[in-house]
């Protein structure tokens, strides 16, 4: 019998990705070792790690993925840091909104959804049904046939169904029935997960379903303010909170902070509080040790 997990997990040269009515895409990758990146998506997409570990990075949050770990990754931005142990590999399944209405509009029409407080990654809690569903697509990554559609798209409804139907898995489920209730995401959301990374309106428009014209006029709405300014107001109190919690370099607090250098960091933070980052730290430093 062909073992297809070390047939593809050991063989790059199988990644492949898939697609269907030009939203769903099944992936298989092992990404190329970068230490820390910053990445963005308009879509959902759920992880199943195959080898090897990596760590995603929110403001508020930190997960790290393992072998036979699964997750689902909200639509918006991360920070990726990449462990070199062994290679990452991974299958992916990326879906829009859209693919999730329709699925719960015919698999869930009559459940309403509840509060959602559900962090950007949500860890998908497995089991042997869910396992058994991911050895039964690595074949298609060695197969020389071309995929129907009919099929990439049964495999995305099956995965969500073998998720769904496991209680430990009820925020997930109420965070899918919350898209399902809103056509276009709200702006809040939106930004208050996703300031700290280096994105321009464009990409904030379409992770929230809304032309650019659109979002801007409903942020103006929201917050009073342009986009521009609240971002760089956002992003600056982040980096206050950074530079007073942790030892970090000032060029990794503009990273994770979402500037787009470290110079452009510095001028900034000079011009809006009068004092360069390391001046900053050091008179709050100082005032800690003052008042101890």
């Known amino acids: 019998m062909i073992n297809y997990y070390e047939l593809v997990v050991n063989n790059p040269a199988y990644f492949k990705q898939f697609s269907c009515k030009d939203?769903?895409?099944?992936?298989?990758?092992?990404?190329?070792?970068?230490?820390?990146?910053?990445?963005?998506?308009?879509h959902n997409y759920i992880y199943y790690v195959l080898k090897g570990k990596k760590t995603l990075h929110t403001p508020d949050q930190s997960i790290t993925l393992r072998k036979g770990s699964i997750a689902f990754i909200k639509k918006g931005a991360c920070i990726v840091e990449q462990h070199f142990d062994e290679a990452f590999c991974i299958v992916v399944f990326i879906m829009p909104d859209s693919f999730i209405h329709s699925f719960l509009k015919e698999y869930?029409?009559?459940?309403?959804?509840?509060?959602?407080?559900?962090?950007?990654?949500?860890?998908?809690?497995d089991d042997h049904m869910i396992n058994g569903f991911y050895q039964s697509i690595l074949?298609?990554?060695?197969?020389?046939?071309?995929?129907?559609?009919e099929i990439i798209e049964l495999k995305f409804k099956e995965l969500l169904l073998y998720i769904l139907r496991n209680p430990a898995n009820e925020a997930l489920h109420t965070h899918?029935?919350?898209?399902?209730?809103?056509?276009?995401?709200?702006?809040?959301?939106?930004?208050?997960?996703?300031?700290?990374?280096?994105l321009?309106?464009?990409?904030?428009?379409?992770?929230?379903n809304r032309s650019v014209s659109s979002f801007k006029r409903d942020f103006q709405s929201v917050y009073k303010t342009t986009?521009?300014?609240?971002?760089?107001?956002?992003?600056l109190a982040h980096a206050k909170k950074l530079l007073m919690q942790s030892n970090d370099t000032i060029a990794n607090i503009a990273f994770e902070s979402g500037f787009e250098n470290t110079t452009h960091f510095c001028r900034l933070f000079k011009q809006k509080t009068g004092n360069t980052p390391m001046e900053y730290r050091k008179r709050i430093?100082?005032?800690?040790?003052?008042?101890?």
């Open 23 to 42: 939203v769903l895409f099944l992936n298989y990758d092992c990404p190329v070792q970068v230490k820390k990146a910053a990445k963005w998506s308009e």
């Open 108 to 125: 869930a029409p009559g459940k309403k959804a509840g509060p959602d407080h559900t962090p950007p990654i949500i860890p998908v809690y």
């Open 285 to 292: 430093v100082e005032r800690v040790f003052l008042t101890a």
């Open 139 to 149: 074949p298609y990554f060695v197969s020389s046939e071309k995929l129907p559609e």
């Open 200 to 208: 321009g309106l464009e990409a904030y428009a379409r992770m929230s």
């Open 176 to 198: 899918l029935l919350n898209i399902r209730e809103q056509p276009v995401t709200p702006i809040k959301q939106i930004m208050e997960t996703n300031f700290a990374y280096n």
């Open 227 to 235: 986009p521009g300014r609240w971002l760089i107001d956002k992003k």
